[in-house]
């Protein structure tokens, strides 16, 4: 079992920057791939960014250039930095925690971020 702790999440106004973090804890073997999901009501959960413990990264197009993802493989944790923040990135962000080849994702109980324009 995984278990992940969001925090970082809040009020801000279209242009500002919000940095989000997440920490793991439980059973974390590699290699495996941490990362930020978000939802908002009615919609499926997308796809933010993910970095895997090898720092391979991938992020959504809809926030390249504005999001930058990095993660502390020692402190097993990963941390969201948004920049240029705009309305339509409103949403409860969720933290998400993969081994690589297995399907089993955990997932933290989220954090909302609201861009007020």
């Known amino acids: 079992q995984v278990q992940l702790v969001e925090s970082g999440g809040g009020l801000v106004q279209a242009g500002g920057a919000l940095t989000l973090s997440c920490a793991a804890s439980?059973?974390?073997?590699?290699?495996?791939?941490m990362g930020w999901y978000r939802q908002t009501p009615g919609n499926q959960r997308e796809l933010v960014a993910t970095?895997?413990?090898?720092?391979?990264?991938n992020y959504a197009d809809s926030v390249k250039g504005r999001f930058t993802i990095s993660r502390d493989n020692a402190k097993n944790t990963v941390s969201l930095q948004m920049n240029s923040l705009k309305p339509e990135d409103t949403a409860v962000y969720l933290c998400?925690?993969?081994?690589?080849?297995?399907?089993?994702?955990?997932w933290g109980q989220g954090t909302q971020v609201t861009v007020s324009s």
């Open positions: 998400n925690f993969r081994r690589i080849s297995y399907s089993k994702n955990y």
């Open positions: 439980g059973s974390i073997f590699s290699p495996n791939t």
């Open positions: 970095i895997t413990n090898g720092g391979m990264t």
